[in-house]
C-alpha cells in the first residue's frame, strides 16, 4: 500500500519554484531543493519524476502567477500609456520581497540560451507571442504610424522587458525607473 504525501504538492512546487527563480536551474541542486521543499529526494522523485519535470512545473507556476499581472494588461487599452504601466508592474513583479530575481523566464532563457528544453522553450515562447500581441495592439491604438514602424517598436519593446527583467536583479529602483522612463520617451 503506498505512503500517502505528507505535504501540499502546490506548496512544494512553490518552494522549488522560489529557489530555482533565485539561483537558476544548473546551480539548484536537488540536496538544496530537498532542504528548502522540505522533503526528501526519493520523494522529489517519486512526486515529480526528475529535478528537470519539477523545473517545468515550477517554470508553469511562475507563468501562472504572471499571467494575472497580464491579464491587467490584456484588459486595457490605453496605448502606450497601458505598455508603460505593465513595464512598472512588471518590474515590481520581478523584484517581490526585495529579492532582485528578476524573471524566471528571462533568466532561464539566459541561462540556456538556444538550448533551452523543448517543453520549457514552448513556455517561453508563448509568453513571448502573448507579450508581443499585446504590445502591438496597444502600439495601434489612436496610432498613426505604419505597420513597419509598430513592428520594429514591438521588436523594440520586447527587448527592453528582457532588459527590464534583468536590471531588476542588479539595479535599484531610481535606476530601474529611469530605464521605463527612457525606454517610452524612444516611442
Not at 55 to 60: T, V
Not at 68 to 74: C, G, P, T
Request: aromatic share 10%; proline share 1%; glycine share 4%.
Amino acid at each position: 500500500m503506498p505512503r500517502e504525501k505528507q505535504y501540499k504538492e502546490e506548496e512544494v512546487i512553490e518552494k522549488a519554484m522560489g529557489l530555482f527563480w533565485k539561483n537558476g536551474y544548473r546551480n539548484t541542486s536537488l540536496r538544496m531543493l530537498s532542504k528548502e521543499m522540505g522533503i526528501n529526494q526519493f520523494s522529489i522523485n517519486a512526486s515529480f519524476g526528475n529535478k528537470q519535470k519539477l523545473f517545468l512545473e515550477s517554470l508553469k507556476l511562475y507563468r501562472s502567477k504572471l499571467q494575472k499581472l497580464i491579464n491587467v494588461f490584456e484588459n486595457s487599452s490605453n496605448g502606450i500609456e497601458s505598455i508603460k504601466h505593465f513595464f512598472y508592474q512588471f518590474a515590481e513583479f520581478s523584484n517581490q520581497d526585495n529579492n532582485k530575481r528578476g524573471c524566471l523566464m528571462i533568466n532561464t532563457m539566459s541561462e540556456f540560451g538556444l538550448d533551452v528544453d523543448k517543453q520549457v522553450g514552448s513556455i517561453i515562447s508563448n509568453y513571448e507571442k502573448q507579450l508581443r500581441t499585446l504590445f502591438k495592439k496597444n502600439l495601434e491604438v489612436s496610432s498613426t504610424k505604419d505597420s513597419q514602424t509598430i513592428n520594429r517598436q514591438t521588436n523594440y519593446l520586447l527587448l527592453a522587458i528582457s532588459g527590464l527583467a534583468l536590471a531588476t536583479k542588479v539595479q535599484d529602483k531610481n535606476v530601474i525607473e529611469d530605464y521605463i522612463e527612457t525606454t517610452f520617451q524612444n516611442l
